[in-house]
């Protein structure tokens, strides 16, 4: 009996050490199969939707799909924090300079439009006014064609690519003041010796925007075309304007006759191996595009 005691024991220390095993072995298994991502908001509804379909034949993996920016996006793969970063605009040259094995695909193409709340009348504006409103030289709608009431500013933080195309074009500088909850932007033509004193408040993602306009009648943001006009045909309180006579629309950045446009990109460090090449693969394949477009982006590939 004691032989069979001692043997039981033995043979339970056998199956638990079996256990662990097969437990490190499952565990190893799963976070070889886990794909990351960070980086554009823009993008992000792409890879989450392109992830959801990708698992009906990969099953077992398993992902884990970030934000914060495409400035974000870049540094996190280039690091090794995450697998694929996502930039809604081109590498820069600085970027490829500290990370020179990152390798982009772009996925897709899209707009930045200016949108106001859908009760505002105004329903076009132009690169000067925009300028103006942005540097405090306008503060009220009346003196662009709208209601009589005060301009609200609703600006995108630093680190975002919606930010940076929008200062490029529109010929702007900008920097953050304030701390914590009170952070705000203010803006100044470029050349001007001094910062607007128009406070704007700061957001992140794109629907974070859309829903700062949607609910305040007064405000006046920009944010991506195709996330714009998805919300807005799904009854959103928001109006996307024609900016130079040229209507924001995903056609007209197909077109490019609108001229606020950019590149979606995933991005990698080195080449795709393994699942993450199958995934990028997935969303550049004809049911990857199919998804980009019903995204209310352009598509990139046949």
């Known amino acids: 009996m004691k032989n069979a005691g001692k043997m ?25 199969e886990q794909i990351t991502t960070a980086g554009s908001s823009t993008i992000r509804p792409i890879v989450n939707k392109a992830s ?5 034949t990969h099953p077992g993996v398993g992902f884990v799909v970030g934000g914060g920016g495409s400035s974000h996006g870049v540094k996190a793969v280039g690091t090794g924090e995450v697998m694929i970063g996502q930039a809604s605009r081109y590498i820069k040259d600085k970027e490829m300079q500290k990370y020179p094995k990152l390798v982009p695909f772009m996925v897709g193409l899209d707009g930045i439009a ?21 540097t405090g030289r306008v503060t009220n709608w009346k003196d662009v064609g709208g209601n009589d009431a005060p301009i609200v500013l609703i600006s995108k933080e630093e680190g975002r690519s919606t930010l940076e195309l929008f200062l490029k074009y529109f010929g702007l500088e900008a920097k953050e003041t304030g701390e914590g909850r009170n952070m705000k932007m203010v803006h100044k ?30 405000a006046i943001a920009y944010v991506s075309i195709g996330t ?19 209507p924001a629309t995903i056609q007209n950045v197909g077109n490019e006759t609108y001229p606020l446009r950019r590149p979606l990109h995933v991005i990698t460090n080195g080449d795709p191996q393994g699942t993450v090449k199958e995934f990028i693969d997935f969303i550049l394949s004809d049911e990857g595009q199919k998804i980009v477009e019903a995204l209310e982006f352009i598509k990139v590939s046949s």
């Open 189 to 218: 033509k470029k050349g001007d010796s001094a910062f607007g004193t128009a406070e704007a408040k700061l957001i992140g993602p794109n629907k974070e925007a859309i829903a700062a306009v949607s609910t305040k009648t007064n």
């Open 228 to 246: 714009a006009q998805e919300i807005a045909k799904k009854g959103g309180r928001l109006k996307l304007l024609d900016l130079d006579g040229v």
């Open 52 to 56: 959801v379909a990708f698992k009906k």
């Open 8 to 32: 039981i024991k033995k043979t339970g220390i056998v199956i638990s050490m079996a256990c662990v095993v097969s437990l490190m072995s499952l565990l190893t298994t799963q976070a070889a």
């Open 114 to 134: 200016m949108i106001v709340n859908k009760n505002n009348p105004l329903g076009s504006i132009t690169k000067e006014q925009v300028q103006n409103i942005f």
